[in-house]
């Protein structure tokens, strides 16, 4: 609404200087028709054409000072977007590096135990989904040059849909059941950061529940959200919290409400937009 508010006054400014411009360009003609005529005609419409010449001056100065003012706008506006995202992607990192870090332990502990094929098979799982980690990592990079921070309008099933292939086998390796709820077709939001949360909670999700994921998308109050839900795993090593204190910070830069907590032995996260 107020972007709305702001380009509707900027299309009257430029409107009523435009005006401004067609009444100098007018008088000027009408300067040089009577320009014969009794000088008693001819002093006011001097006098008219030079206060319209003047106005036409001011509207020149404005719009130039509009644009200027535009220009430096957006210039600190993609300064301060570059700045969020060099320090999301070092969050991003930080946090797929404690997933790393988990992964050795638990290998660790198994060789601890015996040396068996099945350690060798863990290390190598392992290791494939550091992998694939790193090439979400790159895709996001590719995603931030062609989505940038904008909003825009789409459709978060497809997108929570996009996310659950981009993880791929990290749920069906571990044999979950995921289901998914959606209730909206449409919501306007910055679609990358969406993504990033999305695919830190659904990525939690999968690698501490037990036997169930849920996806609900919906709206409350003409309010959206997306919650996640999922059961808690007995045998699931506890992680380093890297995910859940990204998806805060991350929320506040987005400016929408995060809630998360465990409820009757699930886990659930709520992120709503105002």
């Known amino acids: 609404m107020k972007e709305k508010n702001k380009l509707t006054v900027r299309f009257i400014v430029v409107i009523t200087f435009s005006f401004l411009t067609l009444c100098a360009w007018t008088s000027l003609f009408f300067y040089l028709s009577l320009k014969q005529l009794n000088q008693t005609i001819a002093k006011p419409v001097t006098l008219l054409y030079g206060t319209t010449l003047f106005l036409g ?11 200027f003012r535009e220009f430096l706008l957006r210039f600190f506006e993609e300064k301060e977007r570059m700045r969020w995202f060099h320090e999301m992607f ?19 502990s198994i060789l601890e135990k015996n040396f068996s094929p099945e350690a060798v098979m863990r290390i190598k799982q392992g290791l494939s989904r550091i992998e ?10 590719e995603t931030f040059s062609r989505d940038y921070i904008r909003q825009k309008p789409f459709n978060p099933a497809e997108l929570v849909d996009s996310v659950l292939g981009e993880l791929g086998r990290m749920g069906t390796d571990s044999g979950l059941r995921v289901r998914k709820s959606y209730y909206l077709s449409r919501i306007r939001a910055n679609m990358l950061e969406t993504r990033i949360m999305l695919l830190l909670l659904l990525e939690n999700a999968f690698k501490y529940a037990g ?28 992680g380093t919290g890297m995910g859940l204190i990204f998806s805060e910070r991350l929320a506040s830069q987005m400016k ?19």
């Open 211 to 238: 036997r169930k994921v849920s996806i609900r998308v919906g709206s409350y109050k003409k309010k959206p959200y997306v919650a996640v839900v999922n059961d808690l795993g007995s045998e699931k090593s506890p």
């Open 90 to 108: 070092l969050y991003l990192l930080s946090h797929k590096v404690g997933n790393f870090l988990l992964a050795q332990k638990l290998n660790a």
């Open 57 to 67: 001056g001011c509207q020149l100065i404005a719009v130039s000072s509009l644009l």
């Open 256 to 274: 929408v409400k995060f809630r998360y907590g465990i409820f009757r032995g699930k886990f659930s996260v709520l992120f709503m937009w105002p």
């Open 132 to 141: 694939a980690d790193f090439r979400q990592i790159l895709a996001l990079i």
